[in-house]
């Protein structure tokens, strides 16, 4: 299995319970002032108009460069979900504006994708800088449109920033190789080429992260896109493509288009020209994204729904494996791909930790993400509590207890209460699909080899977590585990530096590190006869039948530029 194997702690979620890590760059002075102070009123309406007022809150799509409405004139509602209030109206767009996008970013690859890498890297460093500088507004944004508390929102700011930044260094790094060829008067290179414009299709439950995720390795490889964020959530990428264009990067090379989806995603894929789509989203909308793209056979790149169990042994450290749980289930209030889906205890410990588990779960401070100590915002809608409501009835029926929680929150709204739930088998459907929400189930096992089963018996496969102290249990189990991610010891695995995504049904592809940047690369072979270097240098003054300037191979064939 070509799992990635974290142990250590990449502290970018701030939780309360847990400290953030935030990046090791100092901002240049000119780009540290923020307009907000954190003595201001952080009412959800007070935040909002200040946002406004400052430039932050955009209602338009992006093509080319330009503020667009949509060509009918068409507007969609951007609420809050902690509050119901509506944020702002924004354009609701569909194939024609997504059409116009599409030929803005192939106009903009021409000269986009021919700068140097050392100019692109300037320009998504410039980008990552003010991104940085403005973390505080773009997480309120964040805090407004998605509900996540607002530390939290600032912490996914610093993550989605961190591929930017890793990216604009590894844009000087689109290595090729020489092969050594069958005969020794030929040259084989492998070059590494832009693959062209990207569709990139994101979700809501990470407005900025999803999309840096996808944006900075494209536009480092020399490609632009064409971004369709969730509608529920536009505004953080809205305004994360205002910075871009402050950044450097020319217009076209970044469009923003949101409304109707399934049109936008049919231009999308229906057009030539783009030749990638990358999804994060749910697994039913990736596997029609897939299909669709068949008929212009375009890249595909998959990062969809989980199933994550944390397994958790009679011999783990307790604290660690209770605060491990807590992080992996309750960050973004249960709403993300890697959050834990399952949670499997060995039998010895089953009652103890779920006491203490419950315990822990009981300070879970729920609120307005703009409240103080709140940990635990609103689900994103109405169709989200329904979900969980549905899940927790149907395990309850059949025999399931709730230890804590399993209802909606006294908050009202789509506020829910962090819950507990025991004696949850494997063929209840909350231990078949994602809950996406602050729902823990509890599952019973009783040897290491029953836990692995109860674990891969999913289509998922996208992130696992195992606590115990035995090193030999943790690698033995961490290889037997169908996962592409696995945390050991472990609950916050995501990171820039290595490569995120999922094996089975979770997705294809991989997203972060080195790897992420293959994801927006063609290989292409070039076979050079070297008896047609020498030939130049005699022949035309000029040029030769390959193209190649004679000047420049008098000086040295082996070191042409091609
Ligand atoms: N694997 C990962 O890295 C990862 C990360 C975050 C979220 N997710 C998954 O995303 C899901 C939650 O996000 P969601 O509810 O926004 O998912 P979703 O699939 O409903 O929507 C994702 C995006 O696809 C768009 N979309 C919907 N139908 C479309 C269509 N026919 N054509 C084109 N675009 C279309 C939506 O508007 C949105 O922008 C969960 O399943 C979660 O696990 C996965
Ligand atoms: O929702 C899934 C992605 C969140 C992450 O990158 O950890």
């Keep these: 299995m070509g799992w990635t194997r974290i142990g250590m702690a990449f502290h970018r979620f701030p939780l309360s319970f847990l400290s953030p890590r935030f990046s090791a760059h100092p901002l240049p002075r000119s780009l540290s002032a923020s307009v907000f102070s ?67 970013a192939q106009d903009a690859f021409v000269s986009w994708s021919k700068q140097t890498a050392a100019e692109r890297s300037k320009c998504l460093r410039k980008w990552y800088d003010l991104i940085m500088a403005h973390k505080e507004e773009l997480g309120q944004l964040m805090t407004l449109e998605q509900g996540k508390p607002l530390k939290e929102a600032i912490g996914e700011v610093s993550y989605g920033a961190s591929f930017i930044e890793f990216y604009a260094e590894e844009a000087k790094r689109v290595y090729g190789d020489i092969i050594p060829a069958t005969l020794p008067d030929r040259r084989l290179f492998v ?28 536009l480092a490889c020399g490609c632009t896109v064409v971004v369709k964020p969730s509608e529920l959530t536009p505004l953080t990428a809205l305004a994360a493509a205002d910075l871009s264009i402050q950044a450097g990067i020319p217009p076209g090379a970044v469009n923003v288009v949101m409304g109707n989806a399934s049109d936008i995603g049919e231009a999308l894929l229906a057009s030539p020209q783009v030749r ?45 494996a209770l605060k491990g749980a807590l992080a992996t289930k309750f ?31 009981s300070s879970l401070k729920v609120g307005d993400g703009f409240g103080e100590g709140v940990v635990q915002g609103p689900l994103i809608n109405d169709a989200a509590v329904q979900k ?9 029926s059949k025999g399931a207890k709730v230890l804590i929680g399993g209802k909606k929150h006294s908050l009202g709204m789509t506020f829910f209460e962090p819950t507990v739930i025991t004696d ?53 189990v961490s290889e037997a585990l169908e996962y592409g991610l696995v945390g050991v010891n472990e609950g916050l695995i995501s990171t820039e530096v290595a490569p ?16 992420g940047m293959d994801e927006y690369l063609e290989l292409c072979k070039e076979k050079h006869n070297k008896a047609g270097w020498f030939a130049a240098t005699l022949s035309s003054p000029e040029h030769n039948a390959h193209g190649f300037e004679t000047d420049e191979c008098s000086k040295d064939p082996c070191s042409i530029s091609i």
């Design 500 to 515: 995120f995504g999922g094996v089975k049904q979770s997705g294809l592809g991989r997203e972060g590190s080195r790897y």
């Design 424 to 476: 949850v088998k494997s063929e209840m459907l909350l231990s078949r699909e994602e809950v996406f929400g602050p729902v823990a189930p509890l599952l019973k096992f009783k040897t290491e080899e029953e836990a692995i089963r109860m674990a891969n018996d999913t289509n998922a496969g996208l992130a696992a977590y195992i606590f115990t102290s035995s090193i030999k249990r943790s690698w033995r």
């Design 38 to 104: 954190h003595q201001m009123s952080t009412d959800a309406q007070s935040v909002a108009a200040r946002l406004n007022s400052a430039g932050f809150i955009r209602n338009q799509g992006f093509i080319g460069g330009k503020w667009t409405d949509a060509y009918d004139g068409k507007t969609i509602e951007v609420t809050n979900p902690a509050t119901g209030e509506v944020i702002t109206n924004v354009s609701c767009m569909g194939g024609r504006e997504t059409n116009d996008a599409i030929a803005s």
């Design 276 to 320: 990638k789509i990358t999804f994060t989203g749910s697994t039913a909308v990736g596997k029609k994204l897939m299909a669709g793209a068949a008929s212009t056979v375009k890249k595909v790149s998959l990062e969809l729904g989980g199933n994550a169990p944390c397994i958790i042994f009679d011999d783990a450290d307790l604290d660690v």
């Design 191 to 218: 070059l590494k080429q832009p693959v062209g414009v990207v569709g990139a299709i994101t979700p809501w439950n990470f407005p900025l992260a999803m999309i840096t995720r996808k944006v900075a390795p494209a």
């Design 331 to 361: 960050r973004n209030s249960g709403q993300t791909c890697v959050c834990a889906n399952r949670i499997l205890v060995q039998e010895g410990i089953y009652d103890k930790f779920a006491n203490a588990f419950s315990n822990a779960v």
């Design 388 to 396: 969980v409501e549905s899940l927790l009835q149907d395990a309850i």
